[in-house]
Structures are given as C-alpha cells and as structure tokens.
C-alpha cells in the first residue's frame, strides 16, 4: 500500500496505516504480476493512491452521508428496531497559496487541505442462554438434554480412586441440588454479570435462547491531509504531505453479554504518514526522484474493565492482580470479550531515489530504496488471570456422557485450569535496503518489452535487547541431563535465530506485442519474483521469558479429574515474573514451549506469471481474456504440535501403559513436583512439557491460478 509512492504500511501487523478519504484522492493505481523492478515487499499487488494538489484557482468540496435507523425496518427477529446512527462528513479546500500583500503563489506555490469525521452507533439484538433462577441457586434438578434426559451433576469434593478397577468415581448431589452452603463466594459476586432470563426459551428442555437483548457498538474516526506543492524553477518541484488519521472503536460486538465489563475493549489509533517528494529535470530525457516517507502508529488499548479493581472487589485475594475483571469462561455459556491492555507503536522510515534517463528505444530506471523499522507492544492478554471451568468436575468420570455441567461447577468454584500472563513488552528493529534496474524497451512499433531486476536484503527482525528465547530439542538440559532445552539469542545464539539471506534476485520480464499491427490484437506476458516484507509479527521470534511469560496452572499431576484450586483461594503458587535469561534452561517445565524452526535460510517467495490477450470487435467490444498464476514458498508454517502421540499408537488405549515403559519416570524436577510421568507418554519425544509447538518460517506454500 502506497500513497504519494511512500510506504503506508505499519510494521508490527503490516496492516493499513492510513486510509485518505475520497474527496484527498487524486488517483490511484492498482498493479499485480508483472510490476517494474521499483516495487517489492508484496506478494499479491500494490496499490498506489495519489493525494491532490492545489491548482491556480480555489476549488473546494463539503458534504455529509448519513444513515438513520428512522429510514429501516425492524430485524425479522428483533424484539423493536435496533438504533442506528452514522453520520459521515466533511471537506476540502486547495489553490495558491495567497497572503495579501505579501505572497500570490499562482504557478509556483499551491495547498490542498482535507478533513473528515465519521460517528458510528450501532445496536444488535442477540440471544443467550443464560443459566435460569433455579440453576443460580443451586438447583439443577429440572437440568434436560434436548430430548428431556435428565443430566446429572456431582460432586467434585466426594472424588476417590475406583475401588472396583481403574479410573475415579464420585457422588451425585442429591435431587440435583447443589447446596447454597457449598457456592465459591468468588463466584457468588460474579453472578452479576451474567444476565437472567427474559424470554420464554425455544427448547423447554435446554432453556435456549431464554434471553433476548441489545448490545452497542460505537466507532469514530477523524482525519485530515494537508499537502503542499512549492516549484523552486521549471526543472525542480517540491512536495510535502502529511496525513493523520484517528480511529476509536469500543469493540462492543466482541461478546453478546450486555455488561460492557465482560464486552468491551477500548481501541485508540492514532496514526500518522507523511511524505517528501523533490523531483529534479536535469534535461528532457534524465530526471531524478527523491522520496522520504515515515509511516507511525499509536495504539493504546484497554479492557472496559481496567482500573476498576475488580478481582479484589469479587473477593480474590492480592495473589490475583487487580487489573481487569478476571476473565472466566464456562462451558456451556458464551465467552466473554476482550480482557488485553496494553500499548502498542511502531513506525517505518523509508528513503527512496530513482534516476530516469531516456535513450533512443530505452526507457532506464536505476534506484534504491532503504527502510528502517520500530515495532514495540506492551501487550496484558489476560491482565487478571484466565480461569475455565469445564464442567468435567461435575460429571460421573466412569461415564462422562450426558453428565456434568460447566454452571455447577462454576457455582462450587471448581477450576478446572487457569492461566496467567506477565508482562514486560518487546522492541523490534530491521532495516532493509534495495537496488533496482528497470528497462522498458520500445523495440518496434508492434513490440515493447519490460525488463526489470531487483535486489532486496532485508535483516531479519531482532529484539533490540536480546529479548527473545527458543526452545532447542536437539541440546542436552545441563540441570536435568534430559534432551531439550531454553535458549536465549545473545547467549545461546546470535540475536536471530535466522542467517542473513543474500541472494533476494528479483527478475521482472514483460512483453506487450501488437498481433495484427493496427492495435486491434494484442498479446501481453511476463514473469516476475517479489520478496514480502519479513517484518511483521510471523518473523518477530518467541519473546516468551521476556516480554511475556505463561504460568499455567493445572490439576495436581495434571489428572483432570481433580481441580487445579478453588476460585475463592485466588492462585495456588506466584505466577513467573519474565526475568529474561535469568529464566535458565529449565524454564517453563510443566507447560508448553515454542520451538522456532531455522531451515534453509529463504524469505518468503512470490512468483508470478500471466499471459493475456485482448482483441477489438466491431461495434467498439473489446473481449480480454487472461491467465494468471501466483505461487508462493518458504511462507511460515506452524502450530505443529512436535510432542503428540504418535497416532498409530493410539488404538491402544490403556493398553499403552504396560507397553511403554518411561525412562523419564520420577525425573522431573521444580514445575512438576517429581511427580512421575505416565508410561504412555515414552511415545512424545518430551514428556515433560504438555506441548511443543513447532514454526517454521519456510516451510510454508501455495499456489494460486
């Protein structure tokens, strides 16, 4: 995305940075495939939007868009009509710029202003099923299937080995009825957020859809672009264009629960982009572009609930900090919103010059262009903790089918897992730099051709302060003598993970060739290489240890048959603070880990081809028809789960236990207790993390036609 040929986008996410309005667009361009050796770092397209200038008399625009739920019908399945109001509005301005008596800027000097603003209202009606007046005070005896079973529910506390073979048991709360004497008083406060019901349900069984209501979404935007155009002689024009663009969005759709506590998240962008153009004439046929653009973002962000001290208000000891509400989910009932806060800005320096010289046939483009990137997030996910109940501590555990309730189990307080982030944010640095030759060659009257090579080198990203870990399954844990291990760049490897990729050669080769000679047939081609951006978050690294670290609390020696702890005691043990390196090569035992995979060294390849050909009829049709093709490599790949059991071993069963004995029995040390490892687990290659996830840079690809 370009606008004024500068970069416009932001680092970090590599999304939009700024988006001009209509009445500041000149005009834009769009190109794919084949594109002049110019443009990289995109594996599709470029778009490429010219601002306005000035011109010698002054011309100006206003205007409003609305739109007004007066002018709607009520939703088939609205209780009334959902309120909506969206007001869009604004104008501009440009010419010379005039100051009486001192300056009339006609055919040197011109302006252009721009502003708008946009005001976003919006109500959804949607259904829940919420938990009915009964089920909040404990009584689940009317608890149906959508066939009218009854589902029983037991009692977690009563859970004791088999005395009649393998597995657990427990016992069913009589009639079905949790007493009111057994409610977590934690999650007693929480009932406030979630609604009872107002309707009448679609399934008596189920209680479906037994409440009905509006939540609300509100956005606004406000923007402006001011550009100024200043011709020094015949043969040299300056430019300057700057752009700020304001987004805030409350994020109301993010949940249907109606407390904007357990909803909402409050975005702010505020975003700036700017470009300078000097354009030299030398003479008729050299010409020299020079361009510097900076692309920036500021976004703060925050869960509605922040600062409000909830976890100590619900009764949560000081064990659970008093960021945010905690965010809980039940099994069976809707999740809640956004619980993040942070802070997050980045910002992208791009220098940029071309020469153009023309000779004879030859139209020669020579150039480089040089980028500098920042990326810093300070990112809470969950700033108060996560805490799941799952229901599976209120069923029978010899036979979990149509038993159990999440609700139950959240009314006792029973955890099944929770998990807790700390925070110390991340700084993200590259540069890239580029060299590129471009020929368009006018051969004939019939025939032009496009040739065009680039070079790109772009530095891996790094974390400006080493901040990043990995986990290396092929290195031996001094503390524990067992393969797989933590390291840390800076001590254990470089400052990437990645070497330095040299050989980024871009080939851009296009034809256009009249077929019949008197423009009526044409034929066009080419092939082309683009290299994308590596700079965005897939090439970031795991900064786990550093900007965050995960404490995952989970039942004692991990049987999900037993809770993790109660609501009301808060966390059971002090969640890791990230201490960085200090963290050693034991760190994060018991949980999972992230094993970012170096392979052949390759950034990420596009390579395009296409061939058309376009034909006029008589009466002015003009019938086109076009091949293009995209195929991409060495994309990143992950999420592969590197510590699964194999699954031709999973007919086993239980079996499995007395088929594989564990060399890693008893070995664990710190996050696991010493507890022992069951046997079947021999078969995953690191018994002692719960996970090895596994991303590859390169590994990844596709094809497109």
């Known amino acids: 995305m370009l606008v004024d040929g500068g970069n416009n986008n932001n680092a970090f996410l590599a999304d939009l940075n700024v988006n001009p309005t209509v009445d500041a667009v000149e005009e834009f361009k769009v190109q794919s495939n084949v594109m002049s050796a110019e443009f990289g770092f995109t594996a599709g397209g470029v778009v490429n939007m010219v601002t306005k200038s000035g011109t010698n008399g002054f011309h100006g625009t206003i205007y409003e868009f609305f739109r007004n739920d007066a002018m709607d019908a009520r939703g088939a399945f609205a209780a009334s009509k959902e309120p909506f109001r969206y ?75 088999n005395p009649n073979g393998s597995g657990f048991i427990r016992d069913q709360f009589a009639g079905n009825v949790i007493q009111r004497s057994r409610f977590d008083a934690v999650s007693v406060n929480m009932l406030q957020f979630y609604p009872t019901p107002n309707r009448a349900p679609s399934n008596p069984f189920t209680n479906s859809n037994n409440w009905i209501g509006q939540v609300s979404e509100t956005r606004d935007m406000q923007q402006w672009t001011v550009k100024g155009d200043h011709r020094f002689t015949d043969s040299n024009n300056f430019q300057l264009r700057y752009s700020y663009y304001k987004h805030f969005n409350d994020n109301g759709y993010f949940s249907a629960y109606p407390d904007p506590n357990m909803r909402n998240r409050l975005d702010n962008y505020a975003n700036r982009n700017a470009v300078l153009t000097d354009t030299h004439t030398f003479s008729p046929s050299l010409l020299n572009e020079f361009r510097s653009s900076i692309a920036r973002q500021y976004f703060p962000f925050q869960a509605y609930s922040y600062g409000q001290d909830w976890p100590q208000k619900l009764g949560l000891p000081s064990s659970v900090p008093g960021y945010t509400l905690p965010r809980v989910q039940i099994s069976g009932l809707p ?106 060659w006018k051969l004939s009257r019939r025939l032009n051709l496009n040739l065009g090579l680039r070079w790109d080198y772009q530095q891996w990203p790094v974390e400006r302060h080493n901040g990043l870990s990995n986990f290396n399954p092929s290195a031996t844990n001094p503390n524990t003598g067992l393969a797989g291990r933590i390291e840390y760049a800076g001590l254990d490897y470089g400052r990437s993970r990645l070497e330095p990729a040299l050989t980024d050669f871009s080939p851009r080769i296009g034809f256009a060739y009249d077929l019949s000679g008197n423009s009526k047939t044409v034929i066009r081609g080419g092939y082309s290489i683009f ?46 603070q990230p201490l960085g390196a200090a963290l050693g090569p034991s760190a994060f035992l018991g949980q999972g880990v992230g094993w970012d995979q170096p392979s052949d060294n390759k950034t990420p390849r596009s390579q395009q081809w296409g061939l058309s050909i376009q034909h006029e009829f008589p009466g002015r049709w003009l019938v086109d028809a076009a091949y293009s093709a995209n195929k991409t490599d060495h994309l990143v790949a992950g999420a592969y789960d590197f510590n699964q059991l194999d699954p031709q071993y999973l007919s086993l069963g239980l079996a499995l236990q007395n088929q594989a004995p564990n060399p890693y029995a008893g070995r664990i040390p710190g996050a696991l207790g010493g507890a022992t490892i069951a046997r079947s687990q021999l078969l995953k290659p690191f018994p002692y993390y719960t996970a090895v996830t596994v991303r590859n840079p390169h590994l990844g690809s596709s094809v497109y036609h």
């Open 335 to 440: 999740n809640p919103g956004a619980f993040s806060v942070g802070l997050r800005g980045n910002q992208t320096w791009q220098f940029f010059d071309m020469i153009t010289t023309i000779r004879g046939g030859h139209t020669l483009k020579a150039g480089v262009d040089h980028r500098l990137q920042r990326a810093n997030n300070y990112q809470r996910e969950v700033p108060s903790g996560a805490f799941n109940f799952t229901g599976g501590l209120t069923n029978n555990p010899l036979s979990p089918a149509g038993t159990g309730n999440g609700f139950a189990q959240f009314l006792l307080g029973a955890v099944s897992n929770a998990t807790f982030n700390a925070y110390a944010g991340e700084s993200e640095h590259a540069y890239s730099t580029s060299l590129f030759v471009q020929d368009d």
């Open 531 to 576: 290299y994308p951006t590596t700079f965005y978050r897939d090439f970031f690294g795991s900064t786990a240890g550093f900007a965050n670290t995960a404490t995952a609390y989970n039942p004692p020696g991990n049987n999900s048959n037993l809770p993790a702890f109660q609501f009301k005691d808060g966390l059971p043990f002090p969640y890791t």
């Open 87 to 161: 007001n869009q509005y604004g104008g501009s301005l440009g010419g010379p710029v005039y100051i009486p008596k001192i300056y009339h800027g006609k055919n040197r000097t011109f302006f252009f202003f721009n502003a708008e603003e946009w005001r976003f209202s919006h109500n959804r009606s949607n259904f829940l099923t919420v938990p009915t007046e009964q089920m909040r005070r404990g009584d689940f005896s009317q608890l149906r299937d959508a066939n009218g079973n009854p589902i029983p529910i037991y009692d977690p506390a009563t859970t004791r080995p």
